[in-house]
């Protein structure tokens, strides 16, 4: 059974940019999760989607966004990038009534 | 809402000896309580869960004990090998449905031979 697939796995983008990564969540698993993993903050909730729609937001600025489509993949979107958002971004998935949750490999961005 | 501390921050065992790493959280609502273990270049894998209507529980070589007066809940590792050297991670969410997850700082333990 395939496990959570982040694409791509490396990104580098300029400040002001925006950008957008995927994640295919495993088979059968409707909620799809994403977090930030920094150094300096460590591993931050960013939202959560379920049946394509937003069921949890963190705290971050609008700038971050996301979605969900009907095969239950998911996508987030940055925009504007800042040098800060420079992280790996991670997506988790979990099956409907479980609270147990999968993490992809996570999407290295670096911002320059 | 919710904070996660975790401690010792850095923790070093000779192979075969044991391992604990523990952590405190602050919201009486949370429920569930995951652990995950991170190696250079992967996501974090899950390694053992507790729930709040548990106490204790074990799985081979891992367990985890939680106190739900004291907020606290620990991890312990026995017979510890080389291929356990890695970061772990506690989480706690009192969220009954969702994944937003609370993670603690992380522990980063190495196994020497």
């Known amino acids: 059974k395939a496990g959570v697939t982040q694409t791509p796995r490396y990104l580098i983008k300029t400040r002001g940019q925006q950008v957008t990564l995927s994640c295919s969540p495993i088979?059968?698993?409707?909620?799809v999760s994403w977090y930030q993993q920094t150094p300096g903050q460590g591993l931050q909730f960013l939202f959560e989607y379920f049946s394509e729609t937003q069921r949890n937001k963190g705290n971050f600025p609008g700038r971050f966004s996301g979605r969900q489509f009907s095969n239950s993949r998911s996508e987030m979107n940055v925009s504007t990038l800042e040098l800060g958002d420079s992280a790996l971004y991670l997506c988790?998935?979990?099956?409907?009534?479980?609270?147990?949750?999968?993490f992809g490999q996570g999407t290295r961005l670096t911002v320059v | 809402g919710e904070n996660v501390e975790q401690h010792p921050s850095t923790l070093s065992v000779q192979e075969g000896d044991s391992a604990v790493i523990k952590c405190t959280y602050s919201d009486s609502a949370s429920n569930y309580f995951p652990w995950y273990k991170q190696e250079l270049g992967k996501g974090p894998q899950l390694i053992i869960d507790?729930?709040?209507?548990?106490g204790e529980k074990k799985d081979q070589r891992i367990a985890v004990t939680l106190n739900k007066t004291a907020k606290h809940f620990s991890l312990h590792i026995t017979e510890t090998q080389p291929e356990d050297s890695a970061v772990y991670f506690c989480?706690?969410?009192?969220?009954?449905?969702?994944?937003?997850?609370?993670f603690g700082p992380g522990t980063r333990l190495s196994v020497l031979p």
């Open positions: 088979s059968g698993h409707r909620s």
């Open positions: 988790a998935s979990s099956r409907e009534g479980r609270r147990e949750a999968f």
């Open positions: 989480a706690a969410t009192p969220d009954n449905y969702g994944q937003n997850f609370v």
């Open positions: 507790i729930r709040s209507n548990v």
